[in-house]
Structure formats: structure tokens, C-alpha cells
């Protein structure tokens, strides 16, 4: 199935393939989880865990599964109309938990490339529509386990020989697209992570000469552009900044 939503960086071309790619394992552990392209791309794992450090994000996924009707019900009152996206975008999210779900996903459906600004366009229609029905994904999500973690803490609770990861981090180039925090340094963190896993992994980047030199020794596969947005992003910085790499430990 397809995610419920547009994402930055999101697999939506790519989850299919991605998801052939991966390896069979008790366990599946998506860190870097985003819209979960992949996820729900692939068939259901015994155990599966959805992570990203973004909080919104999380509490998102949490309500699509525990309360779609009620989501649902919030969204049908929420007109697509840049004055209300530009005043949710500027008010902190609400307390109550599906409020600030209906908001997240209202702010990334009516964005532009679901980052930039209000998205209205001559030539084609918006992807906002106030009826929903999330049902599918609340069965999908059921028995997944969704976690609010920074990837080292994700990588170190469920690292196992039973395990395999999927991890999509911001690309090099990309590092401020998302509001959880990855910088510079954090690259280098999630390579030495990966060095001593025991899982079996496999990770999206975008195909420069510093991913491939952080991960020589491990298996790497160019692939096609993944996503669009990132392309155009960074694809003006660096040659080949535009292709796909994928680097396995297996
Ligand atoms: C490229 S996107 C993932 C897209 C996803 N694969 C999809 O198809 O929708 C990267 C994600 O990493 C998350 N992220 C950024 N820093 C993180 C960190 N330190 N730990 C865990 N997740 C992080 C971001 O919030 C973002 O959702």
C-alpha cells in the first residue's frame, strides 16, 4: 500500500524496490521512518518498528492508529484554504493529541513538495481533501510499534541477528529539510552505529564521494533518483548528488 502522505525525502518511486532489496528477517526496524514508504510497501514482518526522532511526525503515525475516526472527523472541518495553513503553521501544535495530528497532516498535505508553502498551482489540484478514511493504515499500523527515538538509541535497543534495518537519513546536503536534528556530525555517528550492528542493514543515501568513502568496505549499489525535491536540492551542490546509493552490510 501506499503511504498516507507526501514526505521529503519520502520513497514513494523507490518503496517498492527498496523493499525487494531488504533482508528477511523476525524483525524489521525502519529508523529513519518518515511517511513509511517502505514500510508499507513490504509485507508485514512478525515484529516491525516504525522510529524517526520527529515528534509531530510520531504522534501523526500514533493517532492513525489508535484514533482514525476521530482524526478523520477533526480533518472534515479543516477547508483547504492558505489562510488557515498559514495560521496552523504558525501556532504551536495543540495539546490535545489528535488536534495536533489533524494539523501535521493538514501542514503536509497542503504543502508545496510537503515542505515549502502553501501549495496552489493553475495547472493541477490540491492533494488536500477534508474526507478521509485512514482505516487501512490503522490495520497496517496495529501491531507495529512506533517509536519517538534518536536513530543511535533505535539502533541500540533492537540490534540483533534477527533483525534488519532500513535506514533512509537526511541525505548530505539535506540535513536542515527535517525539524529533527541530524548534522554534520550525525553522519559520521550513524556509520560507526552501523560498523558494530549486528542486524542486517541496508541504507538510502545520495551517491557522493563522501557517502561511498564513510562506507567503503560494505556492499554499495547505485540506483536511480529516489525522490525529486532532494534532487533539485542537491543536485545544484554536487555531480551525481541526484543518484542513489544503496550500501548494505550483507
Ligand atoms: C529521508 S526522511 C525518511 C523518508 C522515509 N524513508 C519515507 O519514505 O517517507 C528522513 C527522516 O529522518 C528523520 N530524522 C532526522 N534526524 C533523525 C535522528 N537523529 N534520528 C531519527 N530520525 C531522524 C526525519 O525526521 C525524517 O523523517
New binding site residues.
Given amino acids: 500500500m501506499r503511504?498516507f502522505i507526501s514526505?521529503?525525502?519520502?520513497?514513494?518511486r523507490r518503496?517498492a524496490a527498496i523493499a525487494a532489496r531488504l533482508a528477511a528477517r523476525r524483525c524489521y526496524v525502519?529508523?529513519?521512518?518518515?511517511?513509511?514508504?517502505?514500510l508499507f510497501a513490504r509485507e508485514p514482518a512478525p515484529v516491525e518498528v516504525f522510529?524517526?526522532?520527529?515528534g509531530h511526525?510520531v504522534n501523526l503515525f500514533r493517532v492513525v492508529r489508535e484514533e482514525p475516526a476521530a482524526l478523520a472527523r477533526e480533518l472534515s472541518r479543516m477547508p483547504r484554504s492558505r489562510e488557515l495553513y498559514d495560521a496552523l503553521k504558525r501556532a504551536p501544535r495543540p495539546r490535545n493529541r489528535v488536534r495536533a495530528a489533524a494539523a501535521s497532516y493538514y501542514l503536509l498535505k497542503n504543502a508545496f513538495s510537503a515542505r515549502v508553502g502553501f501549495s496552489a498551482s493553475k495547472l493541477y489540484a490540491g492533494k488536500y481533501a477534508m474526507l478521509n478514511d485512514f482505516a487501512p493504515w490503522a490495520a497496517r499500523l496495529n501491531k507495529v510499534t512506533v517509536e519517538n527515538?534518536?536513530?543511535e538509541d533505535?539502533l541500540r535497543r533492537y540490534d540483533g541477528p534477527d533483525t534488519a534495518f532500513y535506514l533512509?537519513?537526511?541525505?548530505v546536503g539535506t540535513e536542515r529539510y527535517?525539524?529533527?536534528?541530524?548534522d554534520a556530525a550525525?553522519h559520521l555517528r550513524l556509520r560507526d552505529c552501523l560498523a558494530n550492528a549486528t542486524g542486517a542493514w541496508l541504507l538510502?543515501y545520495n551517491d557522493c564521494a563522501e557517502v561511498r568513502r564513510w562506507y567503503r568496505g560494505f556492499r554499495q549499489e547505485g540506483a536511480p533518483a529516489a525522490y525529486s525535491a532532494a534532487k533539485v536540492g542537491a543536485a545544484g551542490r554536487r555531480p551525481n548528488a541526484g543518484r542513489e546509493l544503496l550500501i548494505s552490510n550483507y
Avoid at 514526505?7 to 514513494?12: A, C, D, E, L, V
Avoid at 525502519?30 to 517502505?38: D, N, P, Q
Fill in positions: 503511504s514526505y521529503i525525502g519520502g520513497k514513494s518503496a525502519e529508523v529513519f521512518g518518515g511517511a513509511g514508504w517502505v522510529n524517526d526522532a520527529d511526525l527515538l534518536d536513530f533505535c533512509d537519513p537526511p541525505y527535517y525539524a529533527a536534528t541530524f550525525a538510502s
